[in-house]
């Protein structure tokens, strides 16, 4: 079973907004932060944004800044992205992740544990 379940995805329009969610699914754990990364075909996976919920920071790759905003609910395991004036280059499959242990590792996938299937984000001109 999928830890993690997002939604949201879709098809929009060059300018337009999305907002992401996640959701633990079943299994019960405590994550110290969740955080999101993005993937085109034949690419790395690249970081996106991420939270920890005990010192309330936030964190965003420099491309996203201004545009994408990450919050959350710790107690559920629940996080979201808000997307804004997306563009074509946003086109990607989301992924959502959880951070069961501290680490300063948060802008790698590999200091995430759980992960999400995707959901995958067009942006049309």
């Known amino acids: 079973q999928v830890p993690l379940v997002e939604s949201g995805g879709g098809l929009v329009q060059a300018g337009g907004s999305l907002r992401l969610s996640c959701a633990a699914s079943?299994?019960?754990?405590?994550?110290?932060?969740m955080g999101w990364f993005r993937q085109a075909p034949g690419k790395e996976r690249e970081f996106v944004a991420a939270?920890?919920?005990?010192?309330?920071?936030?964190y965003y790759a420099d491309c996203m800044k201004g545009r994408f905003t990450i919050s959350g609910d710790g107690r559920r395991n629940a996080v979201y992205l808000q997307k804004n004036l997306l563009n074509p280059m946003d086109t990607d499959v989301y992924y959502c992740?959880?951070?069961?242990?501290?680490?300063?590792?948060?802008?790698?996938?590999?200091?995430?544990?759980?992960w999400g299937q995707g959901t995958q984000v067009t942006v049309v001109s």
């Open positions: 992740a959880a951070e069961l242990q501290a680490s300063s590792r948060q802008e790698f996938p590999a200091g995430y544990d759980l």
């Open positions: 939270i920890r919920w005990s010192v309330g920071s936030t």
């Open positions: 079943g299994r019960t754990f405590s994550s110290y932060g």
